[in-house]
């Protein structure tokens, strides 16, 4: 959802296919009228594909990214965060003025950056915009190596999604189910049931198959601060 490049295989298994499909059960799970799909470039643009195929809503490009900046959520500061939005993307008006948005995007980390992206698109013109997700609340950081911020950092680990929505400013969020999200492996591995075997869904779950001693990484932070 987060890294991999969409042309990876997995596991044997298409990233790229798992994600429009996480999209299209976003689109079943979190209907809404609208005019035009949008991605969140670029890890959002194969579910919002699967999102406008479902639902029939036509897919444009109404962000274009620039290439040359990482991910912004791990970034140290909320003030180079927002200049990174700033310089990641840009709207594209034509698309945008006076239309009724869905914009997907992948993940909600502090809500900040989605926050300036709803921002954005308003300032482009957009009548409406609707935030969907194609994972669901990230409520727990990993232990795992994946640089996540802290639970206390993460927005959806103390507030819900009615409150999210208020403080991205959009005019409705969805996530997708954490059942939705299983279903949605299994239908791009085209296999029945959850498929829920073998994987770790700590972040959306706070429930972590292996614990870890904290101290580790506080002995790794050192050793890098030293």
């Known amino acids: 959802m987060y890294f991999a490049r969409p042309d990876s295989n997995i596991d044997g298994q298409s990233v790229y296919r798992a994600r429009e499909h996480m999209g299209r059960r976003l689109a079943r799970e979190h209907a809404v009228p609208a ?12 579910a919002a594909i699967g999102y406008a195929r479902e639902s029939g809503i036509p897919y444009d490009q109404g962000l274009m990214r620039s290439h040359y900046v990482g991910r912004t959520f791990i970034e140290p500061s909320q003030q180079i965060r927002h200049f990174g939005v700033k310089l990641k993307l840009s709207p594209v008006h034509e698309v945008l003025r006076g239309k009724r948005v869905v914009v997907v995007d992948d993940s909600i980390v502090r809500g900040t950056t989605s926050r300036k992206i709803v921002s954005m698109i ?3 013109g957009a009548q409406e915009v609707h935030l969907r997700i194609s994972s669901p609340p990230t409520v727990g950081p990993c232990r795992y190596g994946i640089d996540t911020p802290t639970a206390e950092e993460l927005i959806a680990s103390s507030h819900d999604t009615e409150h999210i929505r208020k403080f991205v400013e ?3 969020v969805g996530y997708l189910s954490l059942e939705g999200l299983y279903e949605s492996v299994a239908a791009a591995r085209g296999v029945p049931g959850t498929g829920a075997d073998g994987f770790c869904d700590a972040c959306f779950s706070n ?3 292996i614990e870890v001693e904290r101290p580790a990484r506080l002995r790794q932070l050192r050793l890098i601060s030293a």
Do not use: F, K, N
């Open 170 to 172: 959009a005019d409705s």
């Open 35 to 46: 005019d035009v799909v949008i991605a969140v470039p670029d890890s959002g643009v194969a």
């Open 207 to 209: 429930r972590y198959p």
């Open 122 to 124: 308003r300032a482009a």
